[in-house]
Structures are given as structure tokens and as C-alpha cells.
């Protein structure tokens, strides 16, 4: 698993994220600053109550795992019912 491309291709696919949001995951993305991406990528899925379906979760949490981050970083995050 390519962190950097699954990263991209989740804020990519979750049109609700803020383009600013967007924006900064990308540059950090960019920089190769993986951590500090994700971070703020799931500080934003919770801060902005955004759904996210259960494969997208399951990406994020194997991310999270590979990265050796809490699950408190994710385990907040909405799922939708689909």
C-alpha cells in the first residue's frame, strides 16, 4: 500500500472535505509529509461531521495502522449505512 496514493485518492474522493482542507492534505502530501496529512485529514472528516462509507473507513484505519497512529485518530469518524 502506497500511503501517499491512498491518501490522495480518499480526498479525492470525498467531495465534502473544505478546499482549504483539500488543499493543505495535498501540500503536506506533496512534501512527503505523510503523518501531518492524515492528521488533518481525519481531524477534518470529524470536525466537519463528513460520512465516510465503510471501505473508505477501512482504507483510513489500515493507513492508520501502517503508520503506527492511535485509533483514537479515526474511531470518531462517521460512517454511513451504505
Not at 25 to 44: D, M, N, P, Q
Request: hydrophobic share 40%; proline share 2%; net charge negative.
Amino acid at each position: 500500500m502506497m500511503i501517499e496514493n491512498e491518501l490522495f485518492n480518499l480526498i479525492n474522493s470525498i467531495q465534502e472535505i473544505p478546499p482549504k482542507d483539500r488543499e493543505a492534505v495535498s501540500e503536506y502530501l506533496k512534501h512527503r509529509e505523510w503523518g501531518v496529512a492524515f492528521e488533518i485529514f481525519c481531524s477534518t472528516l470529524e470536525q466537519e461531521k463528513i460520512l465516510v462509507s465503510k471501505t473508505q473507513y477501512e482504507i483510513i484505519e489500515k493507513i492508520g495502522h501502517l503508520m503506527n497512529y492511535e485509533h483514537t485518530l479515526w474511531r470518531r469518524l462517521l460512517i454511513s449505512d451504505d
